[in-house]
């Protein structure tokens, strides 16, 4: 009897972990297979006859390992790799690109790239992409997310540079693109009841009412968070400064920009334009962020696109993935701007 017993839970073991090998390929391969594929074959497992002389509990107990894997496979994948197992992305082609089926131009006349810079925000990119695409769609936008992410020495995240070095990449892609959309990955849009996402005629600030900020504008001058800028605008504004690294005024360095060459910053309704801020932890200051806001006019035109080659930091690659283009941009760590550069600054 024990004989017969123990054949019986051998031969489960072998069938058991043939499956789990089976599922473990299909789940490295899962780019090149759709979520009803990984479901049918889940399905097939699942109903694998051990026998009518095992009992549930065995089966259970043999099939326990790879329920598990099924259930948490998801949230390791890779951001690209969701589209191939959640088809809520629509036809997204290669690099993040999507278009109206059918018909090359948007709903606002505009080819759009959407500027994402990150550092050390992998679980938040995962929220913005899967969010983003069907809203983008839903508004029939003609667009390509472009994510570019900080590494290297530096710990500071340069926002500005990343910006420069996003727009410029961009534009070596595509040179069609008449709008950028500069898009914190942690800003999620509430609802797509109106078209909201577009150049206009003048700069475009659209997180009027963040969350976060009680759904309220904390001052006339802000344009951070998300903001439209048509291609000549960010080239006649020579981008954003490349000198600030670490948390604030970057923005506020920008709409002074606008002011100097009176290109009046438009918004639309605060009703419309609410967004959800995601958690995340504190910012790292920018001690010198006051003395460069208060210099930044004189700066503007050597400062920004300008010189962006003059500025240590260095693409190291650029990434086609499934449901964006990735730019990794590697900047060396900075020194402190001293009193001699700050005299030679105030005299220029």
Not at 113 to 120: H, Q, Y
Request: proline share 4%; with cysteine; glycine share 6%.
């Amino acid at each position: 009897m024990w004989k017969s017993r123990f054949c019986r839970l051998i031969a489960l073991q072998v069938v058991g972990t043939f499956g789990l090998l089976t599922y473990l390929h299909l789940a490295t391969t899962s780019n090149e297979r759709d979520r009803e594929t990984l479901q049918k074959t889940q399905k097939e497992y699942d109903n694998v006859d051990f026998g009518s002389q095992v009992s549930q509990a065995e089966k259970v107990a043999g099939l326990g390992a790879h329920q598990y894997l099924v259930n948490t496979s998801s949230s390791k994948r890779e951001p690209e790799t969701l589209n191939k197992t959640n088809n809520t992305y629509g036809d997204v082609r290669l690099g993040g690109k999507w278009s109206p089926t059918g018909n090359r131009n948007s709903s606002s006349g505009e080819k759009m790239a959407i500027l994402v810079t990150f550092r050390d925000r992998e679980e938040h990119l995962k929220i913005f992409l899967s969010r983003m695409h069907p809203f983008f769609q839903r508004q029939g936008l003609d667009y390509t997310i472009y994510v570019i992410e900080q590494h290297g020495e530096e710990p500071r995240f340069c926002k500005g540079l990343l910006y420069n070095v996003g727009f410029t990449e961009a534009l070596k892609d595509d040179p069609s693109y008449d709008c950028f959309v500069l898009h914190d990955v942690d800003l999620i849009p509430e609802n797509d009841s109106t078209p909201l996402y577009t150049c206009a005629k003048s700069p475009y600030h659209l997180s009027v009412a963040v969350d976060k900020l009680k759904y309220k504008l904390p001052y006339p001058g802000l344009v951070g968070g998300v903001l439209a800028l048509s291609t000549s605008h960010y080239k006649l504004l020579n981008g954003y400064s490349n000198l600030y690294c670490g948390w604030g005024a970057e923005d506020d360095d920008l709409a002074r920009r606008m002011y100097k060459h009176v290109l009046r910053v438009k918004r639309p309704d605060r009703a419309v334009a609410r967004y959800h801020m995601l958690p995340h932890g504190n910012h790292t200051k920018n001690p010198e962020k006051y003395f460069l806001l208060f210099n930044g006019i004189r700066r503007a035109k050597r400062d920004g696109l300008s010189n962006l080659h003059t500025m240590n930091h260095t693409v190291t690659s650029i990434t086609r993935k499934a449901l964006y283009t990735h730019v990794l941009v590697n900047v060396t760590k900075r020194n402190a701007i001293n009193t001699h550069m700050k005299r030679a600054d105030v005299k220029g």
